[in-house]
């Protein structure tokens, strides 16, 4: 049985309905879904984390894999046919991401952390947010998103859709889009296509205070058609003035412009 038929028959026998408040739209294209475990190269002893399950059609790729698999579900409904995949490598916990406690768990012992996760846009950063925050220290996470948050978050400087968002995340990850998926792969069918993206963990890039340095962030994209001199009004125009010459840039120039290693200069020449 294919997955879409598959899908179809777990929603009816269930009697489970998309849940709108959750933004559910459940993937049952098979080719998708196999092209998005086999972007993930993982060892023995490494430990994937699924996030929003579903219906368990990727879960179920996962565990074949033969790697532990620890799965995080809000939806309640789809417990009893979640709870049928009885693998020795699955354990799937019931709980909001938002609200799960990583510090009740080991991550220590495995050699390395992959994140696999379809999530809303309302919630996507909020959870990437939190795992860069968590004791996790992966390696990478792999997310099916709206097409148009995939291209906010791997945008380039320069790039229409490249803003505060673009920076922070480009500050911990390497950002590459693998896949566009048509609206048409998921049912209920969105109202817009999506994208899976592969977001791989680096060490480039270190400020002495990141909190700091990512409200500065900010404050440069305050009014996104304003130049930088109106942006950091308040600050000490003239620093600014002379780090922006050595990257090519001015007063005029705006933060769209500015790679994240350039932010980083005028904060470390401001602060």
């Known amino acids: 049985m294919n997955v879409y038929d598959e899908t179809n028959q777990i929603l009816k026998t269930y009697k489970i309905q998309a849940n ?41 790729k996962l565990v074949d894999i033969g790697c532990d698999v620890l799965a995080f579900e809000i939806d ?45 846009y309302y919630i996507t950063t909020p959870i990437i947010e939190k795992i860069i925050n968590s004791n996790i220290n992966e390696v990478d996470m792999t997310l099916m998103v709206q097409k148009e948050v995939a291209d906010r ?18 500050y911990f990850y390497d950002i590459s889009t693998l896949i566009n998926v048509s609206r048409y792969a998921f049912f209920p069918v969105p109202n817009v296509d999506s994208a899976v993206i592969k977001l791989v963990r680096h060490n480039k890039y270190q400020v002495n205070n990141e909190e700091k340095f990512f409200k500065f962030v900010k404050q440069c994209f305050l009014y996104k058609r304003k130049n930088i001199r109106n942006n950091l009004k308040g600050y000490d125009l003239e620093k600014v003035s002379i780090v922006l010459k050595n990257y090519g840039h001015d007063l005029s120039s705006r933060a769209e412009e500015f790679s994240v290693i350039e932010f980083i200069d ?3 020449s401001l602060f």
């Open 20 to 60: 709108k408040s959750l933004g559910q739209n459940f993937l049952q294209d098979d080719n998708i879904l196999n092209k998005i475990v086999a972007s993930v190269f993982v060892g023995n002893n490494d430990l994937i984390i699924e996030i929003g399950p579903g219906q368990g059609a990727l879960t179920k």
């Open 76 to 120: 309640l409904r789809v417990k009893e046919y979640l709870d049928k995949i009885n693998c020795s490598n699955l354990k799937v916990v019931y709980q909001d991401i938002l609200q799960v406690d990583f510090k009740e768990y080991d991550f220590s012992k495995y050699d390395n952390v992959h994140i696999i996760a379809n999530i809303p």
């Open 153 to 170: 978050f791997s945008a380039k400087p320069g790039s229409q859709e490249y803003g505060s968002v673009s920076v922070y995340l480009n």
């Open 266 to 268: 005028l904060y470390n």
